[in-house]
């Protein structure tokens, strides 16, 4: 394609020199699981949410499953998630034992709201996991308000979203814990696997550090059963050179979205994504919505132009939950915005003239011409 969706040799070519040398100094340590450059890591990542305490681990599903560990989530206990997010969210709930319940998401910005919320809590609702989807904050205030009185945990799924903004404070700090990926492709990326959670909690961030490793205090005692979830040394020296440029790239990738937002604004064809008032969104991924959208795909592959669907089916129409507890027209918002959202090409280093070449494209695919 001519205008991928991300390029990440064009995110990592300015700092190759940066990457190098970290990596190196790690390889001259030989200090290659946790260690200096994880504590570093962690202070630093958690420093940028706002955010007392880091915990790495490794990867964003670990990140999801052990802070629902840390707050005593087990069998039996109820734990809400959207209907329409990336499958890991709702993974982690059924690989613990619980007992996951989907909720509809809002139309505007495909997150939980109070209003999706408040029909489905219970006595056995123990948490709610809000996802930040694409990058744009989740109703967290709201959420908090109706959740907090009732002693039911929030917890932020902010794999997509590493500083995005509610009202002037980072995602994270917001639920008792916040769980971010560091999967290469995310706003922060690794150079493979890796997660951290975050939290404004001492004791919690202690239990999270004794279940990422064997349930470990000191070498030869371990004090619960854990598992082996630890984030590595290259990955966190790796970490450490790129979220010096984290807020730059969030700038980069909202100034990008800001263009597209202005050159569609006259198709009406084209839904654009849209902000919630107090939040500033990352834009992980720009993302409209769309009828016609296999044709309109096809036309723009033709051109060379990348486009994705995050996600083609709701996570109730997935072989892995679909059934009888939760029949097709279940969440109509869900289901509406798996047949409709695309996503256009956006990454930190996109030029401009793409923008405006993906947008003249999609104007020529509603108008007729050029097809
Ligand atoms: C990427 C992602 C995850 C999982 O992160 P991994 O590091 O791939 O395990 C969880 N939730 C959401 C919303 C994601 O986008």
Known sequence: MRIPL???????????????????????????????EVSAFEAEFAAFCGVAHGVGVANG???????????????????LVPAFTF???????SRLGARLVFADVDAAHAGLTAATVAPLLGPATKAVIAVHLYGHPAALI??????????????????????????????????RAGCFSFYPTKNLGALGDGGIVVTR????????????????????????????????AIQAAVLRVKLRS???????????????????????????????????????????????????????????????????????????????????????VAEGLARRVLSLPLYPGLPEDAVCEVCAAIADFYSGKGA
Do not use: K
Request: with cysteine; charged share 25%.
């Open 201 to 232: 909690e001492a004791e919690l961030a202690e239990r999270l550090r004794l279940l990422r490793n064997h349930g470990r205090r000191t070498q030869d005692e371990h004090l619960t059963p854990g598992v082996n979830s630890r984030l590595d």
């Open 142 to 175: 709201e959420l908090r308000r109706l959740l907090e009185p009732r002693g039911v945990v929030l917890l932020e799924d902010a794999a997509q979203a590493h500083g995005a903004r509610l009202h002037g404070a980072r995602v994270g700090g917001f639920g």
């Open 87 to 93: 499958i890991a969210t709702a993974g982690v709930v």
């Open 246 to 332: 984290l807020a730059a790239w969030n700038e980069a990738r909202r100034r990008l979205a800001a263009l597209y937002d202005a050159l569609l604004a006259p198709l009406p064809q084209v839904t654009r994504p849209g902000v919630a008032e107090g939040a500033e969104p990352v834009y992980h991924q720009y993302v409209v919505r769309v009828e016609e959208r296999e044709r309109l795909r096809a036309f723009l592959a033709e051109r060379g132009i990348a486009t994705a669907v995050y996600y083609p089916l709701a996570l109730h129409e997935q072989p892995a939950y679909r059934g009888p507890r939760w029949p097709l027209g279940a969440f109509p």
């Open 6 to 36: 991300l390029d990440l040799q064009a995110i990592h070519a300015p700092l190759r020199a940066e990457l190098d040398a970290a990596i190196a100094t790690v390889l001259d340590s030989g200090a290659f699981v946790l260690g200096h």
């Open 61 to 79: 599903t670990d990140a999801l499953m052990l802070a629902l560990e840390a707050c005593g989530i087990g069998p039996g206990d109820e734990v």
